[in-house]
């Protein structure tokens, strides 16, 4: 079956450090993959996108590669900030109509 | 303004009773989704809907029933609520149709959270 991995629960870094997420999955062969953010107490927001064509997407202070053959994406925030601690879920199409399977999100906490 | 939102934001309720979650975009988009999240879990999706009077089961359906009348509204019924559905419920929606918005991302809205004792 499907299945999609984050790599910890939780992760703390040190503010101005590169924060690097993964997300792993198995059993798929998705033509995109998505990135949220969630806050606590508040719904999943959209990040950034990146298509199976693409090895690497930036967005400000936000990098995003795909390596389909390891079936991983990599999530890295420069420059963090403890503004940027939340929770970040990956996500992959599944079905037939527009569904998305989410992983199970890093907590991340970014230190001053 | 503009946007998805979702009621009440919470709501303790028994065992037994049944129990509606509210959910409204003035997008017009045409998708739109409930999903659970539990700790351990994630994000579930429990029903979908590609337009009005269209609705089709997700991952976890048991339990829950869906409708929706008209585009922007989409509740979540629970008929029978069970302590397992405790739970924080999300309302989803996309303007994923064909061709260049199949990958449209999902909007989401803060969410219900639901304890039933």
């Known amino acids: 079956s499907q299945k999609i991995e984050q790599n910890s629960e939780a992760l703390n870094i040190q503010e101005g450090k590169t924060a690097t997420l993964t997300c792993n999955y198995t059993?798929?062969?998705?033509?995109?993959l998505q990135w949220y953010r969630q806050d606590p107490g508040r719904g999943p927001v959209f990040l950034l996108l990146?298509?199976?064509?693409?090895k690497e997407k930036r967005k400000e202070r936000l990098k995003v590669t795909f390596d389909t053959t390891l079936k991983q994406s990599l999530f890295h925030i420069t420059a963090s900030q403890p503004a940027d601690s939340a929770t970040y879920l990956c996500?992959?199409?599944?079905?037939?109509?527009?569904?998305?399977?989410f992983g199970s999100g890093t907590q991340l906490t970014v230190l001053p | 303004d503009a946007g998805i939102t979702q009621s009440p934001r919470y709501k303790i309720t028994e065992t037994g009773r049944q129990v509606t979650l509210m959910c409204h975009q003035t997008?017009?988009?045409?998708?739109m989704f409930w999903y659970r999240q539990d700790l351990g879990h994630g994000l579930r999706l429990i029903y979908y809907?590609?337009?009005?009077?269209?609705?089709d089961k997700g991952e976890v359906p048991d339990g829950y029933v869906v409708s929706r009348s008209k585009t922007e509204n989409f509740p979540l019924t629970l008929e029978s609520a069970t302590r397992s559905q405790t739970s924080v419920y999300f309302c989803?929606?996309?303007?994923?149709?064909?061709?260049?918005?199949?990958?449209?991302?999902?909007?989401f809205g803060d969410g219900t959270r639901l304890s039933i004792l």
């Open positions: 989803a929606s996309s303007d994923a149709r064909q061709g260049a918005n199949l990958r449209q991302p999902q909007h």
């Open positions: 059993n798929y062969s998705p033509a995109y």
């Open positions: 990146i298509r199976e064509n693409e």
């Open positions: 996500a992959l199409p599944s079905g037939s109509a527009r569904q998305l399977t």
């Open positions: 997008w017009s988009h045409s998708y």
């Open positions: 809907s590609a337009a009005a009077d269209i609705t």
